[in-house]
């Protein structure tokens, strides 16, 4: 029986009850403990077995082989599952950053074209130096 549990026990603590049921049967339970509190349930899903003495003598060895080798495939299976969430999260991030970093440069274009036209220098119809005047009475020549 415990040389079944050796693999479960590398990574968790595994806690065994065994309680009397009946007048010829027990019932034993291995429980395997969180290891963190992210570790996923279904990793500490108990193992329950009924049976007379005699059976459990005989079955328990194999039962918990079963249940220790379906433990580790979910263990591993969970772990290549979060792997490769792990992976897509990231690859979802660089694009999401990917199309940011495009969205400011062409912002920023933008803005610099903006800041472009308004600098240009203003075309004036008249030439420098000289001053339109205008006279309420006409021409202001004296006459003399």
Do not use: W
């Not at 339970?29 to 329950?48: E, G, M, Q, R, Y």
């Not at 599952?81 to 062409?106: I, L, P, T, W």
């Not at 912002?107 to 119809?125: C, G, H, M, V, Y």
């Amino acid at each position: 029986m415990f040389v079944e549990l050796m693999p479960v026990l590398a990574g968790r603590t595994v806690m065994i009850t065994v309680a009397r049921v009946g007048e010829r049967t027990l019932r034993v339970h291995v429980i395997p403990t969180k290891t963190c509190d992210t570790d996923n349930a279904a990793l500490t899903t108990p193992l329950s077995y009924t049976g007379t003495p005699e059976e459990l003598d005989r079955e328990l060895g194999q039962q918990l082989a079963g249940y220790v080798e379906a433990h580790q495939q979910l263990g591993s299976t969970l772990a290549q599952a979060k792997a490769e969430m792990d992976a897509a999260a990231k690859a979802a991030r660089e694009e999401a950053d990917k199309k940011a970093a495009e969205r400011r440069k062409k912002a920023t274009e933008r803005q610099a074209e903006k800041q472009d036209e308004r600098s240009a220098p203003a075309t004036l119809s008249s030439t420098p130096g000289q001053q339109a005047t205008m006279s309420l009475f006409g021409d202001s020549k004296s006459t003399g």
